[in-house]
């Protein structure tokens, strides 16, 4: 591999020899795969959506309801061979598509594994939006969907939050790329996507005016017809310290940023507020790995 500079971070470590930004090696980390029920309809359908969990992180969200494998590193390192076998394997379960969580590290490998097998199903990129133009254009023609966060405007929030200043300008420049690749959303006889950019965001308690600043972001910046997936599912972190961040958003909190999102014609999907429960986030238990 050389000096990794994957992601936004530019560490620049060799992670054949020690772990890099992200705290990973060279070599896939995978903590779960198997079929995953609580994306977006058009994402999991009825059959589930392929997930591969992927283990690192190029963010430090405080929040992260996957903070086991993200921060603590938790799952097993495989072989691209293996990976092959495992989007095979999802396949053969009826998986709508193959879903890839947080794989920026493994770029390489992912691209590897899908020369060795790729599944007849749309590959989704499923990520935090913190990504470079420069390794996004290594996933064109590879990947189908894309499904980035995008999470922060306000450079002090970013870094309280996810350790980095910069992520709206880099994930702004993201999610402009990942839509120039995709085009606009295609979906099959079932209403499943096939093709096109979902940009997700979650509200976060006391941050509303943010929120709302993202969603101008969407309506201003990205092409028009853009899903946007408006999550009110956070869930405090036990490992979360910040004051404010330990509660449940409101519902008027939750209506300020909805009513804005309606205001600005924006189509998508929005939740209810029983999604707020930590059963969303499965056990990773190394499922199928």
Not at 249 to 274: M, N, S
Request: charged share 20%.
């Amino acid at each position: 591999m050389g000096k990794c500079n994957l992601c936004p971070r530019h560490c620049g470590v060799d992670r054949s020899v020690r772990t890099g930004y992200c705290g990973m090696g060279e070599q896939p980390r995978v903590a779960r795969a198997a079929l995953h029920f609580w994306e977006e309809p058009c994402i999991s359908g009825v059959r589930g959506s392929g997930t591969v969990f992927f283990s690192g992180c190029t963010l430090g969200c405080v929040y992260c309801q996957n903070y086991d494998i993200s921060h603590l590193g938790h799952g097993k390192d495989i072989t691209v061979d293996r990976l092959a076998d495992i989007f095979r394997m999802l396949e053969d379960q009826g998986a709508h598509n193959i879903n890839l969580v947080t794989g920026t590290p493994f770029v390489p490998a992912i691209l590897n594994a899908l020369e060795k097998y790729r599944p007849a199903l749309p590959i989704v990129w499923n990520s935090g939006g913190y990504e470079t133009v420069e390794t996004l254009r290594l996933l064109k023609g590879a990947v189908d969907v894309y499904l980035p966060d995008c999470k922060h405007v306000s450079p002090r929030i970013a870094q309280l939050c996810a350790g980095a200043a910069d992520y709206f300008d880099v994930a702004a420049q993201a999610i402009q790329e990942m839509c120039a690749q995709t085009g606009a959303p295609v979906y099959d006889g079932e209403g499943m996507l096939q093709k096109g950019t979902i940009v997700r965001h979650l509200i976060l308690p006391g941050c509303t005016g943010d929120s709302r600043r993202v969603l101008d972001f969407v309506a201003e910046c990205l092409p028009k017809g853009t899903p946007v997936s408006l999550m009110r599912q956070y869930t405090p972190s036990p490992f979360c310290q910040i004051k404010g961040l330990d509660r449940r958003i409101t519902d008027q909190e939750y209506r300020r940023v909805l009513d804005h999102f309606e205001a600005l014609g924006l189509t998508g999907y929005t939740q209810e507020k029983e999604s707020a429960e930590s059963s969303y986030t499965p056990p990773f238990d190394l499922t199928g790995v």
